[in-house]
């Protein structure tokens, strides 16, 4: 008898055992899932989360990553303009709750989705596998239900690996500050350029490559698609506008004459769908087609000699179109919201210099701008002026700021400590120590401070190196 109790308890305390296991690691993926990393290393959701103002938010898979130049669209009308575009293998769905977390009310949303989202029904492996680590910037979900069921199809490897990932990357976070306010310095936006050759084991046809969830699932739109209408309804509410376009293809055999009669009827039926939940789509997909010649690693792939074509198109037929309202700005504002994302972002800098601390070239503690990456022992600076941004409590401090470099040649440099001007050194060699004297009222107590570096002969090294150098910078500091 004792023996079927022992039994019994046994069972008992091995089901609460695994009940408590499950709830357990439920909890876990959940706070780790939902624990936000503050700054990327990933460039896009960076820029997503940190730029203020009004934007132009370009979203899709790689046809618009490859076929949008998203700063030539900023440029032509004033407003910030950021490429989130990646995989087209990743959810619409996901994209959009992405976007919905960091949306501005002023925000426009343009959507040049693929065929597959019309019709695609399953998630990829890789994307349900990665959502923990990796592709974290994903990691929205409309309901508790939907990410239970995230949380259960994560294989127990993908999970442990998603986490380390993830714990590397929080960690890390404050090196990746400086490399993405540099990126937006320079007015990168999220646009990329392909000239890699066409993949020769692509299906044969091009339509056969397009409409590859239609010819599996039927030229029919998908459950999903319409349950990502409600979605994009919700975002219409939120922001100045959302209106999805076609996308960019490439290739002689793509919309052949004999698969129009098809493809004709589903666009009809995209476009009716669209229109009775008062979504718009603008354009015609049948002139975004390029000939073979611009073509790239794959049929949604255009050259970057095609993205300019493609881009001065789209701003054309936005001008054409009602919705040019929405995209009426002037530079005045423009230049306000850019300062305000920059000045947003350098916000992030949450750490003191402090007093005598040697602030080398690779300190999370300070943001670089206008200089190359990070060498052995030095960074070296690029053109005729460089920037480091910092933070420091001035207490204490007598006013004297040491700096350790190496130059190319002979170098005349002129320093500037929150626009004052602190002087000009001559120097020549390598392993030199200069000094500038200052008023230490001069620093900004919990505020972001900067040292400006001109330089008078800044030239390019050689004829392999075409970088126009000055100084290799090692470190600075404060006494």
Not at 93 to 105: A, C, H, P, S, T
Not at 310 to 336: A, D, E, V, W
């Amino acid at each position: 008898m004792n023996q079927i109790k022992q039994s019994k308890k046994f069972l008992l305390y091995t089901i609460i055992l695994l009940i408590l296991t499950l709830i357990i690691y439920i909890v876990v993926y959940h706070q780790i899932g939902n624990n936000t990393i503050l700054i990327n290393k990933f460039y896009k959701p960076f820029m997503l989360q940190h730029t203020k103002g009004s934007r132009i938010i370009i979203d899709s898979g790689s046809n618009s990553l490859y076929s949008l130049d998203s700063y030539m669209i900023e440029k032509e009308f004033n407003i910030q303009t950021i490429n989130l575009s990646d995989a087209a293998a990743y959810p619409l769905k996901q994209k959009l709750l992405r976007i919905e977390k960091y949306l501005n009310k002023n925000d426009i949303i343009i959507l040049p989705l693929e065929w597959k989202y019309y019709s695609r029904i399953e998630f990829v492996d890789y994307f349900k596998n990665n959502l923990l680590g990796k592709l974290h910037y994903y990691y929205n979900f409309d309901s508790n239900y939907e990410e239970l069921k995230q949380i259960i199809n994560t294989p127990f490897i993908d999970f442990i690996k998603n986490i380390i990932y993830k714990y590397k990357l929080l960690q890390k976070q404050y090196e990746y500050l400086g490399i993405n306010i540099e990126k937006f310095n320079n007015n990168k936006r999220g646009t990329r350029t392909n000239n890699m050759k066409f993949i020769s084991n692509l299906p044969k046809s091009c339509d056969k490559y397009l409409f590859s969830k239609q010819l599996k699932n039927g030229f029919e739109l998908s459950k999903t698609f319409k349950e990502n209408i409600q979605i994009i309804k919700r975002l219409q509410t939120k922001s100045k506008a959302v209106i999805l376009t076609w996308p960019t293809v490439v290739g002689d055999s793509c919309y052949r004459q004999d698969s129009r009669l098809y493809i004709d009827k589903f666009i009809l039926k995209i476009k009716n769908y669209l229109e009775k939940n008062k979504i718009q789509i603008i354009g015609n997909p049948y002139d975004n087609k390029f000939p073979t010649k611009y073509i790239a690693d794959t049929y949604y792939h255009v050259q970057s000699s095609a993205s300019k074509i493609r881009t001065k198109r789209f701003i054309n037929l936005i001008k054409q179109n009602n919705i040019s309202q929405y995209f009426k700005s002037n530079k005045l504002n423009y230049l306000k919201d850019i300062e305000l994302s920059k000045s947003n972002m350098f916000n992030l800098l949450n750490k003191n210099c402090l007093h005598k601390e040697r602030i080398g070239f690779k300190s999370s503690k300070v943001v670089f701008t206008g200089w190359s990456h990070p060498e052995k022992k030095f960074r070296w600076s690029l053109d005729n002026d460089a920037k480091i941004f910092f933070k420091i409590k001035p207490d204490n401090l007598v006013g004297k700021l040491k700096l350790s470099i190496n130059t190319l040649g002979k170098q005349i440099i002129e320093i500037y400590l929150n626009k004052y001007y602190l002087g000009k050194r001559i120097v020549n060699g390598i392993n030199k120590e200069i000094d500038f004297n200052f008023d230490p009222k001069i620093l900004i107590k919990n505020k972001i401070n900067t040292i400006k570096f001109e330089f008078k002969n800044a030239h390019i090294p050689n004829d392999k190196d075409k970088r126009v150098l000055a100084i290799a910078f090692k470190s600075f500091k404060f006494e």
